[in-house]
């Protein structure tokens, strides 16, 4: 059992920037694929970074590229999510999820572990 905990959200102007950290529990974070995800207001939870064990493969959300970086550091089973250049349709609940296997993958099925969330407003 993996449980993740997010922290780092907030009321940020547009162009301003956060970053948010998610730390897990298990000692098997350093081996597990990580990846961050957000819920806009009414609408469903999308893709935005992912990366495997080494941090050395990462994926993007087209929209986020350029903008956003997701790392992580093992020896504190946590990663990280820098966001800059923010803007008012970022808003969203951002959410850390966690996955065993070797494969860096976008779909929310693929992650068995999720945390809580985070809210993050951008304001215009």
């Known amino acids: 059992q993996v449980q993740l905990v997010e922290s780092g959200g907030g009321l940020v102007q547009a162009g301003g920037s956060l970053r948010l950290s998610c730390t897990a529990s298990a000692r098997s974070f350093s081996t597990s694929i990580m990846g961050w995800f957000r819920q806009p207001p009414g609408k469903e939870r999308e893709f935005v970074a992912a990366l495997d064990w080494g941090g050395c493969n990462t994926i993007y959300a087209d929209s986020v590229k350029g903008r956003f970086t997701i790392s992580r550091d093992n020896a504190k089973n946590t990663v990280y999510l820098q966001m800059n250049s923010l803007k008012p349709e970022d808003t969203a609940v951002y959410f850390c999820?966690?996955?065993?296997?070797?494969?860096?993958?976008?779909?929310?099925?693929?992650?068995?572990?999720w945390g809580q969330g985070t809210q993050v407003t951008v304001s215009s």
């Open positions: 999820a966690a996955r065993s296997g070797l494969r860096v993958v976008s779909q929310i099925s693929d992650y068995a572990y």
